[in-house]
């Protein structure tokens, strides 16, 4: 009698439970929009662009992206990747630790084009410039040494997103003004008492060292890197083809909050595995760069969708620019829920923008503004 009072107990609690959890974690009322951030003044930004021109002359200064080979984030590389080789105002080379493939995340693996050994015998004046996308967990020790040693032969530094944890680790973040992922500044102030950190800055530029913010920030930052080397002439024309209309550092730091809404969404994605799909993105000979990462992440982030990159036979396809990338699986067996159209090839940075109205569609609107929140992406939340 005692035993099946206990179970009765238990069940009633077990019912409850489900009952409530629905309406616990119900969407609420939608927040209220926030207004687009202000421009910045064209005397700050000149001063920004004069801080990121390269030190050395050179009618083509060197460019490493540093990838870790084991974690670098999709959309944080290939944006970087796609900006400059389009723009072609400098010699542009993705460095690893080791010649073996570089593992993004998430998302399929690409193979480097030097190792860290290789780079700096062919340079050993050391790159003008190195990027760093977010590498998770971002301690690298042979990058963070690696990182200090070209800065001490005089490259500018320039962090994408949380590569501002890799660059702090190297302990390039004391003592500087800086900027980084939302989800990311508490650490760094904590982990590094020294550094200022600018709010409503979408990048910022010191002493040689550049940090910026979310995941789309870092085509802004790359076409500004782009008007330092190559000027204004060249910066526009690379964001026309692109689909940019402004790269300034503009940025609303208090846009890009968690809030309970937020995390109601995220509980709730993760329990609800019924919705829960696998989304094929076809790899074609040429694919951009630049779309590619923003697609894949597009739906990556929803906590709904795994994402497999798709190229026939599984075999390596050559992106817009010559990158080497290793799709997931092959085109012909890979078992998926939903297969969505290649990467677009016009106005590529456009893409999250034009994505999330469908992700909020197939999905629905909080789910869309996790994506848009995570990415750091000021988006109005207008489904289509």
């Not at 951030?37 to 930004?45: F, G, K, L, M, T």
């Not at 690696?146 to 005089?154: D, E, M, T």
């Not at 076409?223 to 190559?230: D, F």
């Not at 995220?266 to 790899?283: H, Q, S």
Request: proline residues 8%; contains cysteine; charged residues 20%.
């Amino acid at each position: 009698m005692r035993k099946r009072a206990i179970f009765a107990g238990i069940g009633v609690i077990v019912l409850a439970a489900l009952i409530a959890t629905p309406i616990l974690l119900a969407p609420g009322a939608p927040a209220a929009a926030m207004p687009p951030a202000e421009p910045v003044a064209a005397d700050e930004q000149a001063a920004t662009i004069a801080a990121m021109r390269p030190t050395r002359p050179s009618d083509r200064p060197v460019i490493a992206i540093i990838a870790w080979n084991q974690a670098t984030e999709l959309s944080d590389f290939f944006s970087a990747y796609g900006v400059l080789k389009r723009a072609d105002v400098a010699e542009v080379t993705v460095v690893a630790e080791r010649a073996e493939p570089v593992q993004l995340y998430p998302g399929p693996k690409i193979t480097p084009e030097a190792t860290i050994a290789d780079f700096d015998a062919q340079h050993p004046e050391g790159a003008d410039y190195v990027v760093v996308p977010a590498m998770d967990p971002g301690t690298d020790q042979v990058i963070a040494d690696w990182l200090v040693a070209q800065r001490s032969k005089g490259a500018k530094i320039i962090s994408i997103c949380n590569g501002s944890r890799m660059i702090g680790f190297a302990g390039l973040l004391d003592g500087r003004r800086a900027t980084g992922h939302w989800s990311a500044v508490a650490e760094l102030r904590e982990k590094h008492p020294t550094m200022t950190f600018v709010p409503d800055r979408r990048y910022v530029v010191d002493d040689g060292v550049a940090t910026s913010t979310g995941i789309t920030a870092n085509i802004p930052i790359m076409l500004a890197l782009v008007e330092a080397i190559g000027g204004r002439a060249v910066a526009e024309r690379t964001a026309a083809e692109l689909g940019v209309a402004s790269w300034d550092a503009r940025h609303r730091s208090a846009g890009f909050e968690l809030t309970l809404e937020h995390k109601k969404t995220f509980i709730r994605n993760a329990l609800t595995f019924w919705r829960r799909e696998t989304v094929g993105i076809p790899l074609e000979q040429g694919v951009d760069e630049v779309a590619l990462g923003l697609l894949v992440d597009a739906y990556a982030r929803t906590n709904l969708a795994s994402v497999v990159t798709l190229g026939a036979g599984g075999a390596p396809v050559r992106s817009r620019h010559g990158l080497l990338i290793l799709p997931d699986r092959p085109s012909e067996s890979a078992r998926i829920d939903r297969l969505l159209p290649p990467p677009p090839t016009e106005a590529p940075a456009q893409t999250l923008e034009n994505e999330l109205p469908v992700v909020a569609e197939r999905y629905d609107l909080p789910t869309a503004k996790i994506v848009a929140l995570v990415m750091e992406y000021p988006w109005t939340g207008v489904a289509r």
